[in-house]
C-alpha cells in the first residue's frame, strides 16, 4: 500500500538550513504529483512546495527563493531544502500525494484531505 514517511525536521536557529525527507513506498514517485505542505497552530494548512510528474515546480512566494524541491529516483524519496529559516516557518510539515486524479499535477500546489498524507515532521525556528 501507498506510505509517505517524512524525517529530518527539528530545531534550527533563523538563519539557519534543514532538508526534509518524504520517502514514499507503494507507488513509483516519478509518475505522479507530490509536495510539501505546513500547518501552524491556529493557522490553515498551505501548500509549501510541489513537483508534478513532468518535473514542473511550484513555490508558495512566502518561501520562492530558500526552499527546493526535488527527488531522487533510485531512492523514491523526494526532499525540501530549506534555507535561511525564518521563525514564520515553524509548522508540521507534511507530505502527501494524489489518491484520485489527476495524479501528474497538484493545481495551484493545493492537496484534498483525502489524499494520501505522510505523519508529519516538525519544524521549529527559534533562537
Known amino acids: 500500500q501507498v506510505q509517505l514517511v517524512e524525517s529530518g525536521g527539528g530545531l534550527v536557529q533563523p538563519g539557519g538550513s534543514l532538508i526534509l525527507s518524504c520517502a514514499a513506498s507503494?507507488?513509483?514517485?516519478?509518475?505522479?504529483?507530490i509536495g510539501w505542505f505546513r500547518q501552524a497552530p491556529g493557522k490553515e494548512r498551505e501548500g509549501v512546495s510541489c513537483?508534478?510528474?513532468?518535473?514542473?515546480?511550484y513555490y508558495a512566494t512566502s518561501v520562492k527563493g530558500r526552499f527546493t524541491i526535488s527527488r531522487d529516483s533510485g531512492k523514491n524519496t523526494m526532499y525540501l531544502q530549506m534555507n535561511n529559516l525564518k521563525p514564520e516557518d515553524t509548522a508540521v510539515y507534511y507530505c502527501?500525494?494524489?489518491?484520485?486524479?489527476?495524479?501528474?499535477?497538484?493545481?495551484?500546489?493545493?492537496?484534498?484531505?483525502?489524499?494520501?498524507w505522510g505523519q508529519g515532521t516538525q519544524v521549529t525556528v527559534s533562537s
Open positions: 502527501a500525494t494524489p489518491r484520485t486524479p489527476p495524479y501528474s499535477d497538484y493545481d495551484h500546489c493545493t492537496p484534498s484531505p483525502d489524499d494520501y
Open positions: 507503494g507507488f513509483t514517485l516519478d509518475y505522479y504529483a
Open positions: 513537483i508534478s510528474n513532468d518535473g514542473s515546480t
